[in-house]
T-cell receptor, first 111, second 115 residues
Framework: DTAVSQTPKYLVTQMGNDKSIKCEQN?????MYWYKQDSKKFLKIMFS???????INETVPNRFSPKSPDKAHLNLHINSLELGDSAVYFC??????????FGPGTRLTVL | KNQVEQSPQSLIILEGKNCTLQ??????????LRWYKQDTGRGPVSLTI?????NTKSNGRYTATLDADTKQSSLHITASQLSDSASYIC??????????????FGRGTSLIVHP
């Protein structure tokens, strides 16, 4: 069983569309994260949720909105997609402050 | 400003050789330092986690060192294998006000092992 799973793995869409990426973890962790990895492979944290509460909200456009329906899920919704949003998005989870386990990533391509 | 700098940016070595990757940081207050391995097309996987009091930690052929005084860490890979070809990312965690742990990522070192 996959510990941290993301869907979809690939997402190709037009500029201006709205899309969502789903993340689920079955590790019983209380903290989940979203990262963006650009073409230069630099991982940048976007959001972190602990027990369904937002604890980290880095400077990202408000077109990005995380939603955590429960401790095992943290979804990322993106409105009005732009070319610069093209990247690989990784979800991760951890027990608060401990090792993070990453999902396989979602490669988003905005045309 | 909290920063993590890694060197070299890329490295090519022959199979069987050893190599050392460097990580310097200015993150404070320090909680722990982690090395991750990221294979192409996959998410990062943790290799080692080191706290303030730990100087050396090994995981198979990977050995990480930490000098908290100089704020430097290294990852030494012994007897490299083709499967070691990957990006190695240094992450420093600091304990922020409000009780949250904030990870600061380096840009990674891209290692290529040639046969």
């Amino acid at each position: 069983d996959t510990a941290v799973s993301q869907t979809p793995k690939y997402l190709v869409t037009q500029m201006g569309n709205d899309k969502s990426i789903k993340c689920e973890q079955n590790l019983g962790h209380d903290t989940m994260y979203w990262y963006k990895q650009d073409s230069k492979k630099f991982l940048k944290i976007m959001f972190s949720y602990n027990n369904k509460e937002l604890i980290i909200n880095e400077t990202v456009p408000n077109r990005f909105s995380p939603k955590s329906p429960d401790k095992a899920h943290l979804n990322l919704h993106i409105n009005s997609l732009e070319l610069g949003d093209s990247a690989v998005y990784f979800c991760a989870s951890s027990s608060f402050g401990n090792e993070q386990f990453f999902g396989p990533g979602t490669r988003l391509t905005v045309l | 400003k909290n920063q993590v700098e890694q060197s070299p940016q890329s490295l090519i070595i022959l199979e069987g050789k050893n190599c050392t990757l460097q990580c310097n940081y200015t993150v404070s207050p320090f909680s722990n330092l982690r090395w991750y391995k990221q294979d192409t097309g996959r998410g990062p996987v943790s290799l080692t986690i080191m706290t303030f009091s730990e100087n050396t930690k090994s995981n198979g052929r990977y050995t990480a060192t930490l000098d908290a005084d100089t704020k430097q860490s290294s990852l030494h890979i012994t007897a490299s294998q083709l499967s070691d070809s990957a990006s190695y990312i240094c992450v420093v965690i600091y304990f922020a006000s409000g009780g949250s742990y904030i990870p600061t990522f380096g840009r990674g070192t891209s290692l290529i092992v040639h046969p």
